[in-house]
């Protein structure tokens, strides 16, 4: 019995005497049939040599496409990093304005004792007085 088996094994692993001869898949159809096809002929090698072209055809667009992504990267870094330098010396000189505005009040605040802080009180009611009468009259 285990004659049988190996023997039964040997044919199943014979693909030719399975299916026979069959031509090697090139993914194109050809109005052309041979009768016997040969695997290693001149038409065998064209169709190889066919379809690496169409997949170097596809690689060289899927780099270019990579190629163009990345450039477009490196000039939208290039165009935010001067914009956030601009927008830094913006903020540093808004802080410096700032910062001499404060200082200036606080000189004020000294030489004028606390007087200041009732006109700053009285700024305060009147823009509320006109917000509430602007709200109520929408």
Known sequence: MSQRYRA??????????????TPPASGRSSPYSSANP????HRYVDDLEGQN?????????????????????????????????????????????????????NNM??????RWLWYILFLVLVFWFFIVVWWFRR
């Open 8 to 21: 039964t094994n040997a044919a199943l692993r014979d693909r030719s005497a399975l299916l026979g001869v």
């Open 38 to 41: 040969e695997p290693f002929g």
């Open 53 to 105: 072209d169409e997949a170097l055809e596809g690689l060289a667009a899927k780099v270019k496409l990579l190629k163009d992504i990345t450039v477009g990267i490196g000039n939208e870094v290039r165009e935010s990093t001067v914009q956030l330098s601009q927008m830094n010396d913006a903020f540093a000189e808004t802080s410096g304005i700032l910062a001499g505005t404060f200082r200036r009040m």
């Open 109 to 114: 605040a000294q030489r004028q004792g606390c």
